[in-house]
């Protein structure tokens, strides 16, 4: 049961130019959900994040948006840069009622390029 | 501020060993969480640890076990290797529960059972 999906494994973009990541998720339970950037041989590295009270988060290059009724998130990298090159991973968690203490439900990851 | 550290970085291991993974949070973290990361289930919590309590188990054997210290290090250990236990296991800490401030993932140990 795969609670959080980013249905495309690949994503190719032009230096300059909008980058799309998606997500979508099935639990109503969780309550943040966070971007996550990774290198080969590497841990992840947190990018962004959004609570579920919101529609909208904004850090720099990077947005996320939020759709509660369509539980699915996107994350915008405007504008891409060769070095934005990497596997990006959206995870989500359950916080409230304590019952999911430091368990991110990821998603199998999309890899990005941004050729120059 | 030291980020989180784990070692060993590369393990060898034969199968029906065992071996013990060590990570020392960022300080004044006091969860710890592990994960595994296979090309085939991708990234899958094992389990989390604050004030050296398990508060929280992912859906793996009795086999992987964890504990937690005083000084918040943790370790993981897996008993009885499988060839596949081969992963990339990966130890996140967090000052709360995580939430909106995330979870800062160390390098990770790369285990190989042969």
């Known amino acids: 049961d795969q609670q959080v999906k980013q249905n495309s494994p690949s994503l190719s973009v032009q230096e300059g130019r909008i980058s799309i990541l998606n997500c979508d998720y099935t639990n109503s339970m969780f309550d943040y959900f966070l971007w996550y950037k990774k290198y080969p041989a590497e841990g992840p590295t947190f990018l962004i994040s959004i609570s579920s009270i919101k529609d909208k988060n904004e850090d720099g290059r990077f947005t996320v948006f939020l759709n509660k009724s369509a539980k699915h998130l996107s994350l915008h990298i405007v504008p891409s840069q060769p070095g934005d090159s990497a596997v990006y991973f959206c995870a989500a968690i359950a916080n409230a009622g304590g019952t999911s203490y430091g368990k991110l439900t990821f998603g199998q990851g999309t890899i990005l390029t941004v050729h120059p | 501020k030291a980020g989180v550290t784990q070692t060993p970085r590369y393990l060898i291991k034969t199968r029906g060993q065992q071996v013990t993974l060590s990570c020392s949070p960022i300080s004044g973290h006091r969860s710890v969480s592990w994960y595994q990361q296979t090309p085939g289930q991708g990234l899958q919590f094992l389990f989390e640890?604050?004030?050296?309590?398990?508060?929280n188990k992912g859906n793996f054997p009795g086999r992987f076990s964890g504990r937690q210290f005083s000084n918040s290090r943790s370790e993981m250990n897996v008993s009885t290797l499988e060839l596949g236990d081969s992963a990339l296991y990966l130890c996140?800490?967090?000052?709360?529960?995580?939430?909106?401030?995330?979870?800062?993932f160390g390098s990770g140990t790369r285990l190989t059972v042969v």
């Open positions: 996140a800490s967090s000052s709360t529960s995580g939430g909106l401030y995330g979870y800062t």
């Open positions: 640890y604050f004030s050296e309590t398990q508060r």
